[in-house]
Every structure is written in C-alpha cells, then in structure tokens.
C-alpha cells in the first residue's frame, strides 16, 4: 500500500434534501492525512425585535481530535466524548445544509509505547473512531503526524478516494482545500481560484501545518482556515488574518465549533457578527479597564497629582465609553457575515445512544483483552532487603482507626470505579485505582496479591509496608507524603482542581494524621 492516504476527492452527491433530522445527502466522508492511512409579538413599551437570518450553510468543526473517544471521568467536569460529539453535531444540523469538517490529528494522539498489545489497542480504538466519524458524516478532514504513525490498512472501508480538493453542492457551492504540508502552500492560490471558476461560494483551507505556517493559508481566495495542530486546549474566536479568518475548536474532542454564514446575494469580504467575538472583546476591556484603574489607584497613593494622571484617565474613560458601547453585532445589509459559537461537550451536553454502546462494546473487547493477555505479568522483583507489599488489611490489626477511615474513603473504593464500567484491565486506567502498580513487589494490570492490592491503599502514600510490619519500630514509614507522590495520580489531566495542601488537610482526620 502506499505510503500516503491523501484526501479530499469529489464524491457522487446527491442534491439536498430535508428530512426530520436536517439535511441528509449521498456521499461519504473522507480522512485526509499525512499518512497511509428566537423574537416577540410586539408591545407598546418593548418594540418587536428582527429574528435572526436564517443562515444559508452551516460548518461544524472539530480540530486535534487526537483519538479521544472519552474524557477521563476524575475530573470536575469532563469535557469531551465522541458520543456526546456525535450528538452535538446531529443537534446542530437542524434544517440548515450543514458540513462537518475536522483538522488535526484525527484517529491517535501520539505513537504506542506500549508495545504490539498496546498497539493492537491502539488500533481498534482507531477503527471505531473512523466508523463513528464515518456514522456521523464527517465530509473530509487533514490528519497528522500522529495518524502517520498508524499502519491504517484495517481502516480502508472508512478511507474514500485521493486528492486535494473537494467540492460540494449543498445549496451553496463549498469547496475544501486540504493544506498537509508546506508544498501544498504553493498550490494553493491556483487551487482556490479554480474552485471559485468552478462556481464556489465558500472556500474552506483545512490544514495541520506548523503553528508558525498557518497564517501562511489565509490567501487571497480563500474565506476560513480551520487550523489543525496548535494543541491548545481551549478554543480560540474568530481571528482575521485578512483576507481569511482562522478557525480552531480546542483539542481532544472538548467542543465542537459551529459557524454560522449568510451568503445569499450578498458580495464583499466577510463580516464577524458572533456574539462569542462580542464576549471576548467586553472580557479584554474589562481586564484592560481593571488593570488601569488598580494602576491609578497605586499612582495616587504615591502622592502623584490629577494633573499628571490626566492622560491615563482620560484612557480610562475612552475604554469605560468603549464598552458601554459594545453592542450586539449586526449584519450590515448585502454583505456576506457569519456567526460561530462553541458547543462545549461538558457533562450536560447529551449523549449519542448508538456511539455509547459502540464505546461500551470497545471497553468490554480491550477488558476482556488485557486479563487474558496480561495474565502472567509479574512485578519487578524487589531487591535483598527491600520491602515489598502487603496490602491495607495487614495495617489494620495496628491501625485500625486509620484503616476504618479508609474504607470509606474514594481511595478505599478507587477500584470498583474502573469494574463498574469495564476498565479495570485498561492500561491507562488500572495504575492509579491500584496499590504499588509497576512498583517492585508490588502490583500489575492483572496481579493484586489475591486483591489485597486492590484499591489505593496506605502503601501508596507510605511505601511499601513488608518490612514495617515484621519489624515496625526499626522500620517505620514516613508519616507524610510528598507532593511529587500525589501529582503522578492527581495531575491536570485527572484531577483539575487538586491542591496539595488543601488535599492534604482532608487527609488529617481522628485516628489518621490526627489523635484518635
């Protein structure tokens, strides 16, 4: 097989038409990447207000995707999932022709490390990324290096065609520009002229290139740049870069982008009446307003005169008078504008039903997997003298204030999270809801010492605890625990609002860290 599945091709489409979920049309989506792969009646102290155009076409967006079928569920408020994805994108389709669009790494956030069963992992959890994706129309998308680093044969049902552009007629006229490298830059203005004799009304560049090369995109010819591979977490507004505007949804699946245009009769450079860019602009000048006003409070305390204040307060009344003034933003008659806002996918969002059993049916297939594969994997053996682990319940003949506490405790229950949805055998799960994982004498993905291991238990936080039992006054374990103990567990990505010292305190109860 070669070794570069390039995308975007024109695809048999059939004309429009309504149905009771929105727009539904022939044709399939198709990966392009590096790799082988609402008003009121009227009243007379409140005029009628004008509803909202109608938009003439809808693009949903998603960008660095990076495989992420779900969000680790330890969080405040997890953002993400690809079923809650799914949904969100059926939702926003409505009676409006709609496109669904993706940049950046698509079906893999990063290479395997852990060999061919994690790869093998790796594999089906691209597959099912492709087949939802294929499910849900997704029209074309620019992949990454990360999608280069999968051997995607298995995934050819979900791959269509070869190419650099693809036209659809959905209404309007759209064409797709892939951009995966910077050679495609040099085609690119010949590209979006062509697309435009050909009769677009909308020319979309999707691209991946280095952060640095993206404004390069935004051309003559071209109207938005839905910018792959900026791993920014959050997402960004609109930005003008004339004469385009860039586009990007955040990363690993936490919202989807939506963007709004009115394009029917009317000519001229696009104009940005979202109220998100609204939003943005009032949060600057609040920030700016605050800032200056702390400033000129300090000036005055240090005894400075109004007179030689004069020049910054009148900056702070320009920019009081500037926001007062902010108001929703309107369409200007005959021009072309759009409106984007961010869905993001948090805990409220619903869920796709179809895709969540398809997860479900993936979690039970890698399960099922790693207790038979992993059946025989042994912890590294301790060396002389070393102390290997035991487990809470040997604790508690000694401490059993401590150890009542624990088991009612979320670390004394950690482990039945991952059984009660079929990840206690995932690799990036079991590491943290178990006691000494990988740790010499301690415990694997499939051995927990008969599940005394089970759970995080005290020897997580003390260490390993053969040798304090044996022998506890020649072998005591330290009382406290250090941070960098805490933060492989509760980082960032697991644990958003973790303090180590507040965390620490609701550790220091009666009968442990306190006297009974």
Known sequence: MANRVVAIVPLPVAAPTKTGHGLAMDGRWILLC???????????????QPLAPTPDLRIVAV???????????????????????????????????????????????GPSHGGPEAEAQERWRAETMAAVLDDAELRAAVGGPSDEALSLEALDAGLYGSGESLTLDVGPKVALLAVRELADLETLETRARAARSDGAELVIALTNLPRRAQRGVAIEGVDFVVQGGLDSERALPPTEASPAWLLHAGRQGQGVLVLDLFLDGRSGAFVDVSEWSLEVARSSLVASIQELEARLEGWRAEGRTEDELASQAGRLRAMQ???EALAPPELPAGARGFSAHLIALDRQQPRNGEVAERLGALDRRINDFNETTYADRR??????????????????SCHSAAHAWWLGHAHGRAYATLQGLNKEFHLECVGCHVTGYERPGGSTVTQLLDGALRNVGCENCHGAGSAHIESPLEASLPAETPESVCVSCHNEQHSDLFNYEVYVRTLRVRGHGLPE
Do not use: K
């Not at 590096?34 to 009628?48: H, K, L």
């Not at 053996?381 to 070393?386: A, K, N, S, T």
């Open 34 to 48: 590096m790799s082988v792969i609402a008003g009121c009646d009227g009243c007379e102290s409140t005029p009628p």
């Open 63 to 109: 960008t660095d995707l990076q495989g992420t079928l779900e969000p680790c569920g330890c969080t405040s408020n997890s953002l993400g999932g690809i079923d809650r994805l799914v949904q969100a994108v059926e939702n926003a389709r409505g009676d409006v022709p709609t496109v669904f669009v993706a940049a950046g790494d698509l079906l893999a956030g």
């Open 321 to 323: 008078a500037e926001l």
């Open 379 to 396: 912890p590294p053996e301790p060396e002389e003298g070393q102390a290997h682990y035991v487990g809470s319940d040997a604790c508690a």
